[in-house]
């Protein structure tokens, strides 16, 4: 029996020849569509297909369409309208294919901001050679120092694996703590598939206890009701005082407030952003003139191989598919992710 596929990225034929190895059962159909619209579109010309490759739904559901599946091309899902997808369709995310590229970026920021990459910078752009070179550049090893993660999925734990690798002390926070396994998508030799990289698990009421242990705080929460403005004045104060604080994971989960008061006050040494409560990040922000931050136009997750990854993904879940077996990155529409 033939699976219509109906894929609306413009993958490559290399792509699509990978996807068709899976099984000659799969038809696909490749109709690049970007809009809510578009895709609505393509579905009525195809409402035969099964399986549903997209990067937003269509802004409404028609019933007469036959998919049963959609895997979306990006991991985060907090845009979606759940409602507008009847409960028997199931949605997959691209979760874990960002894992390695957040990982570096992560850790670019880190060792920008301890090793004060930026204030080197500045003397370069001066043509300046510091006097005080011991006093501006001599900053603490990594090596010991505890960093807490918050978020506990494939991107924190490829950022636990290089932390580990640093020599650095993990500490992990998330929703369940008592599920320490990951089952999602990763590519091989990446992540902590078992959760044993974490000295400790934290969980919902004891995020502070946590926080107070941290040299360096990685947020990689994602944005649900329950995380939202999770990371606040609170959060900041139980810091240990002069921490780096990276956020790699949702604008919406950080009082952005607080965190410029944080910034002011020394409670935070510095910070890494790669994500805002509003983006772009509006130019009367403070936080552009702040010199212990370092902004990232919400670029962390850019890598030149991003499809490539995607279809190896894909092609996992369509062989799942296939067999009857529980698919990678499947959503819990109660969680929102």
């Known amino acids: 029996m033939n699976v219509p596929v109906l894929i609306t990225l413009n993958f490559t034929d290399e792509h699509l020849a990978k996807l068709q190895s899976v099984s000659p059962q799969l038809r696909l159909c490749r109709v690049p569509a970007r809009t809510p619209e578009e895709i609505g579109r393509a579905l009525n010309k195809h409402p035969d297909a099964q399986v549903l490759y997209t990067t937003v739904l269509p802004p409404t559901w ?15 899902v907090d845009h979606v309208d759940f409602s507008r997808v009847p409960p028997h369709v199931r949605l997959t995310t691209a979760s874990g294919v960002h894992a390695v590229v957040l990982g570096e970026h992560t850790f670019a920021l880190l060792l920008a901001l301890w090793r004060r990459v930026v204030h080197m910078l500045h003397f370069q752009e001066q043509h300046e050679w510091p006097k005080n070179r011991w006093n501006l550049f001599a900053a603490p090893l990594l090596r ?77 929460l994602p944005a ?73 136009p919400h670029v962390g ?15 996992q879940n369509l062989t799942r598919f296939l067999k009857g077996e529980p698919l990678l990155n499947e959503v819990d529409r109660k969680t929102g992710y």
């Open 301 to 315: 997750g850019f890598f030149q191989e991003y499809d490539d990854v995607c279809v190896e993904l894909f092609r």
């Open 62 to 76: 028609n019933s007469k369409w036959a998919v049963r599946w959609v895997q979306f091309h990006w991991a985060g």
């Open 144 to 220: 010991g120092r505890t960093m807490g993660i918050l978020g506990y999925g494939s991107i924190g734990r490829e950022v636990a694996r290089l932390a580990s690798a640093f020599g650095m002390r993990v500490l992990a926070y998330k929703r369940n703590p008592s599920m320490t396994r990951d089952t999602g998508f990763m590519l091989p030799g990446t992540g902590d598939p078992r959760g044993t990289i974490p000295e400790a698990y934290y969980g919902p009421g004891q995020l502070h206890e946590m926080l107070g242990q941290c040299d360096v705080v990685v947020n990689v």
């Open 224 to 296: 649900t009701p329950e995380t939202e403005r999770l990371v606040d004045a609170k959060a900041f104060a139980a810091m240990k005082p002069g921490a780096i604080f990276i956020n790699i994971g949702r604008g919406k989960t950080v009082d952005e407030g607080a965190l410029v008061e944080a910034l002011r006050n020394g409670q935070l040494a510095a910070a890494g952003l790669d994500v805002f409560a509003q983006e772009p990040l509006p130019p009367e922000s403070p936080l552009w003139d702040l010199d212990n931050v370092i902004i990232s």
